[in-house]
């Protein structure tokens, strides 16, 4: 199991941008076992999907609402997994999870993933 903590999230000006980061740490696997991904929740609203990208970082795919705004990365060197926001929209607004699963493939599903953050909360004002 990985433990994950999220950091980056704060209060923005639409049209501005943010830059989220997954810290990964645990004693028996390190980041580069996971596919890693990012997903978010709005108040009243499901959980969605955001982007996710494979344990090497050499596939990646993001969610149809952010797409051309947002892009996920990582760095294995430093357990960190990344989510730039661009662009930034009112309806972005939510709290962002990070999220890893035992997969070499790029993953949607929130039931795919089996660690989770605590979340960071993204507020885009008008």
């Known amino acids: 199991q990985v433990q994950l903590v999220e950091s980056g999230g704060g209060l923005v000006q639409a049209g501005g941008s943010l830059r989220l980061s997954c810290a990964a740490s645990?004693?028996?696997?390190?980041?580069?076992?996971?596919?890693m991904g990012w997903f978010r929740q709005a108040p009243g609203k499901e959980r969605e999907f955001v982007a996710a990208i494979t344990r090497s970082g050499g596939s990646a795919a993001v969610g149809d609402s952010v797409k051309g705004r947002f892009t996920i990365s990582r760095d294995n060197t430093k357990s960190t997994v990344y989510l730039q926001m661009n662009s930034l929209k009112p309806e972005d607004t939510a709290v962002y999870y990070c999220?890893?699963?035992?997969?070499?493939?790029?993953?949607?599903?929130?039931?795919?993933?089996?660690?989770w953050g605590q979340g960071t909360q993204v507020t885009v004002s008008p």
């Open positions: 645990g004693r028996t696997r390190v980041i580069s076992s996971y596919a």
């Open positions: 999220a890893a699963a035992t997969s070499a493939y790029v993953r949607r599903a929130g039931s795919d993933f089996g660690s």
